[in-house]
């Protein structure tokens, strides 16, 4: 299996271009499959998971072709089935439930398994479903959900972290052909809902609302094709902004959007890192000594989840006390076990993590868990002395796009290797 071999200090310099929404292209390119007309989705981010979505789209039928960040597709016959080893790998495939009940009024897929950061449930999206009038039967691990006809209707989607973002997204494409007026009420206000309901309307579907609480879809009768480039990844232009202050460098993010970045701007200012905007770009700076800061992860606008692991190797090095809580996920702290190897002094309780910062780090082999703890390790290798040998980092490779070629760039001594057993 391939390891990054990491040698650390050294300040990263110079441009990164982000790539496009790994979350937007999701839900985006489920939509395809609303229409049997030919469609078009550009600056789509090349990943394992992404093509990995083609490779589901080609398997219900359509024809799918994607190949440099652009997927050319026409569903034009599909099927309402989709390979239970397909979905049951990969979460962000639920996405097909939505679009596949709107298209053919019936639909049977797996039930994604948790995850090694929660349960990962579906039930909203179910009840978004149900409300629509489509009956839902779960058996032999398959969700089956069967409509005569979607009839539009009012629900609430908030859950036990508040909004759900793919519940949101699958009931969005459910009801755009749906008969009648549908909203959803505890709706998820994330960038990447806003990009797809942007990709529906120019479908011609009919949603408004779209970034607040509260999103309206009144249904149309058929959708055309269309064309669509995703918006830029907010949590991979985070990463790198961390990274920056993690090694006390100075960047310029491309391609990157600050309105999806507020929370995160908003907490590395407090910790003493200044992003400004400049034409366009971010310019991210450490401003001397880092700051501890308390950050609780919370639905859009508030501090994103995703970021939550990436920011904690960033305050291990900021002396003095800083408390992070978890709100949205039950088990979002296996970073931690390995951040301590490296040298950090971290304790868990319960929903938070006490981060004891300021001690220097030193390279170690640690082991990634999931795509957002792997770039945690990543950047306090890059921020540790000697080398730091992380292992497992396809987690890496299906969130984000040739990170070690845009860290390299970057200045920073990093390879990818086979791993040493
Ligand atoms: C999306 O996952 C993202 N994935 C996740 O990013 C992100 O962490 C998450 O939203 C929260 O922002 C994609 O977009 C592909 P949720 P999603 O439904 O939609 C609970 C990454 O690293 N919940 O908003 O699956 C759930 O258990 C990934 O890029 C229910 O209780 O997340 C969780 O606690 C990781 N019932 C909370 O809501 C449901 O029916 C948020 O989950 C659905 C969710």
Redesign the pocket.
Known sequence: MECFSIKGGVPLHGEVTISGS???A??VMAATLLTDEPCVIRGLPELS?TRFMAQILASLGAQVRFKNGTLAIRAKKIRGFADYDLVRKM??S??IAGPLLARLRQVRISL?GG?I???????????GFAALGAKIKIEGGYVDAAAKKLVGATMFLG???????????NVMMAAVLADGVTVIESA?C?P?IVDLADFLNVMGANVSGAGSPTITITGVKKLHGAEHEVIPDR?EAATFAIAAAATDGEITIKHARADHLRAVIDKLNEANVSVKRSGGNLVVRRQGVLKPVDVTTL??SGF???VQAQMMSLLALAPGISIITER???SRFMHVSELARLGADIEIEGPSAIVKGGRPLSGAPVMAS???ASAALVIAGLAAKGTTQVNRIYHLDR?YENMDAKLRKLGARIRRVEEQT
């Open positions: 790994k979350n937007a999701f839900p998971d979460r962000g639920i996405c994604p995850c950061i929660g349960a990962r449930p579906i039930h909203l999206h179910l009840k859950g036990r972290a508040g909004s759900t973002v793919l519940g949101t997204a998820a994330e990447e949590i639905p859009y994103p989840t995703d949205i996920f039950e999931d795509l957002r969130g």
